[in-house]
């Protein structure tokens, strides 16, 4: 069992100061009415062993950075998202207990360039970046969908061009979603939600990754 992330003051502050509060509220009720995020890889199942570049280009699969032991997956948004960067702090904090249980944590998350970069840098050397480029394993995972016209050209008229961040023009946004998996590759938990804003609480993944050794 998982509690939620504790909302952070200032991505809360950023989505009110740009006025963004009832139209995430409409848009997550489109997500919700249109099903999204329910065909995903399940409790019990193995998870895709899909193989995707680094922060530094190198192609890694699942399976290699699992190397015999259980690992959590987090599919991210990316930096241009205050409710993602906030998850990837809490994260961060909480790598030395996920490491105490034998845990590893990778991060999936679109952005290339310099934005993986700074993706790596917020979770540091022991957890791993990988570049989903073009959303392909999200969608392989059924965690993607359109972001649709009218969504980005509110993000446009806020600056915020989501063809420059991810370099393309597909119009495909991830659903945020955690998953641990154990050493055999077999999903033990999972958390999605097509409300972007409800995360899991880090602390808690790995309270319950440690009960499940």
């Keep these: 069992m998982t509690t939620r992330l504790q909302p952070n003051p200032e991505a809360e502050a950023v989505v009110a100061a740009l006025g963004f509060a009832s139209v ?9 009415a249109l099903d999204a995020g329910k065909v995903t890889p399940r409790v019990g199942e193995a998870f895709p062993n899909f193989s995707l570049p680094d922060a530094s280009g190198r192609y890694r699969s699942i399976r290699q950075l699992q190397d015999g032991g259980p690992i959590v997956i987090s599919f991210n948004r990316g930096l241009w998202c205050p409710f993602c960067v906030h998850e990837l702090q809490s994260w961060a904090a909480a790598l030395p207990a996920l490491e105490r249980v034998g845990g590893r944590l990778i991060v999936v998350a679109g952005e290339i360039g310099e934005g993986a970069s700074a993706i790596q840098a ?4 022991k957890a791993t970046l ?3 480029v073009d959303h392909g394993a999200a969608l392989a995972c059924g965690l993607s969908f359109p972001v649709g016209e009218e969504m980005k050209r509110r993000y ?4 915020l061009d989501l063809a420059a961040i991810y370099g393309s023009d597909g119009g495909f946004l991830p659903i945020p979603a955690t998953f641990i998996l154990g050493k055999d590759g077999t999903i033990g938990y999972a958390h999605i939600d097509p ?10 993944v790995v309270a319950l990754l440690g009960a499940m050794r």
């Design 122 to 125: 917020i979770i540091g050397p």
């Design 24 to 32: 995430y509220d409409d848009f997550v009720a489109r997500l919700q």
């Design 195 to 204: 409300d972007f804003r409800l995360r899991p609480d880090p602390r808690d």
């Design 130 to 132: 990988l570049c989903d």
């Design 156 to 159: 446009l008229e806020i600056e």
